[in-house]
């Protein structure tokens, strides 16, 4: 689709529950069959309910993981295993033949990874919606980590300010 050295990356970021993951599967069956799209989910990358700051660190997993998309190289990363609370297995985005790759998840357009983006979208929603929509999505084990989560989120938003470098705002 797109002939390029690399596939056409595209971030998705906003807070919890926002709808990112969602928009993110809705924009792949939508490309598809014309497009081959591959989706990056944060989630995989970040070392556990508060290792959102070590994700997106320059060299975090996420900025090496789009860093080697953008150069056509595949993306190699230690996946985290949320149920046994460690390190999962090694997961690898080979990005031959793929013409999109969609980055979606909270701090998906952080400093260390923007720049290599071709398209920026923040995903916004209220936070009562929000909530609800994770909590009924990740259920009961993601309650009692809400608040420490949304402290992340909070200072992740106030030093990077990643909604004014989208190109794109959607919301809901």
Not at 26 to 45: H, K, M, N, S, T
Not at 69 to 96: C, F, I, K, N, Q
Not at 101 to 116: D, F, M, N, P, S
């Amino acid at each position: 689709m797109n002939g390029a050295p690399h596939p056409v990356l595209v971030g998705i970021d906003g807070r919890s529950g926002a709808g990112k993951s969602t928009l993110a599967s809705a924009l792949a069956a939508r490309l598809a069959p014309a497009a081959r799209v591959a989706i990056l989910p944060l989630e995989d990358l970040y070392p556990g309910w508060d290792g959102l700051a070590a994700a997106l660190a320059p060299e975090g997993p996420y900025p090496r993981a789009v860093a080697a998309l953008a150069a056509g190289r595949a993306a190699r990363w230690r996946s985290w295993d949320w149920y046994r609370s460690g390190p999962g297995p090694e997961r690898v985005l080979d990005p031959t033949g793929v013409d999109l790759v969609v980055c979606e998840g909270v701090g998906a357009l952080c400093g260390a990874a923007r720049h290599r983006l071709d398209l920026r979208v923040w995903a916004d929603l209220d936070p009562a919606t929000r909530r609800a929509r994770a909590l009924a999505r990740d259920g009961e084990a993601y309650r009692p980590h809400w608040e420490r989560w949304a402290g992340q989120e909070a200072r992740y938003l106030a030093a990077e300010d990643p909604e004014r470098a989208a190109d794109v705002h959607v919301r809901g």
